[in-house]
T-cell receptor
Framework: SAVISQKPSRDICQRGTSLTIQCQVD?????MFWYRQQPGQSLTLIAT?????????ESGFVIDKFPISRPNLTFSTLTVSNMSPEDSSIYLC???????????????FGPGTRLTVL | GIQVEQSPPDLILQEGANSTLRCNFS?????LQWFHQNPWGQLINLFY???GTKQNGRLSATTVATERYSLLYISSSQTTDSGVYFC?????????????FGQGTILTVHP
């Protein structure tokens, strides 16, 4: 499977500031995704990061709050803008990548970024 | 969109016991995965199983796509099995690539 890294692994931020989270993959992938996991909750898809075009956002998430970049097939960033304590969550990137033909759409997740907003 | 329900929400076991976790989904799927989230938040891939049965050591999984459910079996549980188990599905079409997660089962294994 692909090896996925995220930076930073955790951060504590003040309300009103912004944080950019990086996701790096060790092989080229077509599809990259960003998820949010609020404390004690399940994972929710924020957006699909498309290389060479605008990200596709899910209902309840907007580009002004969560701008995403995808400059190439191995890298993406998610920015959490104008943060409030409600943004405290784990943010995870994922990629759809498998070397096995019978699991072509298996997804793998990065280690996550644990964000606390004070 | 597709709905995913997991049961039970919480499960407490003694080391060595067996358990079955269930995942029901509301529509046909072209991807179903089971994950284990460890205490550090890392999601570990357990199974990619949109249909059929797979086994990996003490863990096995079965998906009956026609009846829209999947089961994860854990045998001879160990304390390191503790954590949250998620089922996630992709329904295809306009939802291509988008995983919808269940609410998870919190497993606690006592020594």
């Amino acid at each position: 499977s692909a090896v996925i890294s995220q930076k930073p692994s955790r951060d504590i931020c003040q309300r009103g500031t912004s944080l950019t989270i990086q996701c790096q993959v060790d092989s080229q992938v077509t599809m990259m995704f960003w998820y949010r996991q609020q404390p004690g909750q399940s994972l929710t898809l924020i957006a699909t990061a498309n290389q060479g075009s605008e990200a596709t956002y899910e209902s309840g998430f907007v580009i002004d709050k969560f701008p995403i970049s995808r400059p190439n097939l191995t890298f993406s960033t998610l920015t959490v803008s104008n943060m409030s304590p409600e943004d405290s969550s784990i943010y995870l990137c994922s990629v759809e990548h498998s070397f096995q033909p019978d699991s072509y759409n298996e997804q793998f997740f990065g280690p996550g970024t644990r964000l606390t907003v004070l | 969109g597709i709905q995913v329900e997991q049961s039970p929400p919480d499960l407490i076991l003694q080391e060595g016991a067996n358990s079955t976790l269930r995942c029901n989904f509301s529509d046909s799927v072209n991807n179903l995965q089971w994950f284990h989230q460890n205490p550090w938040g890392q999601l570990i891939n357990l199974f990619y199983i949109p249909s059929g049965t797979k086994q990996n050591g003490r863990l096995s999984a079965t998906t009956v796509a026609t009846e829209r459910y999947s089961l994860l079996y854990i045998s001879s549980s160990q304390t390191t099995d503790s954590g949250v188990y998620f089922c996630a599905v992709e329904s295809g079409g306009t939802s291509y690539g988008k995983l919808t997660f269940g609410q998870g089962t919190i497993l606690t294994v006592h020594p």
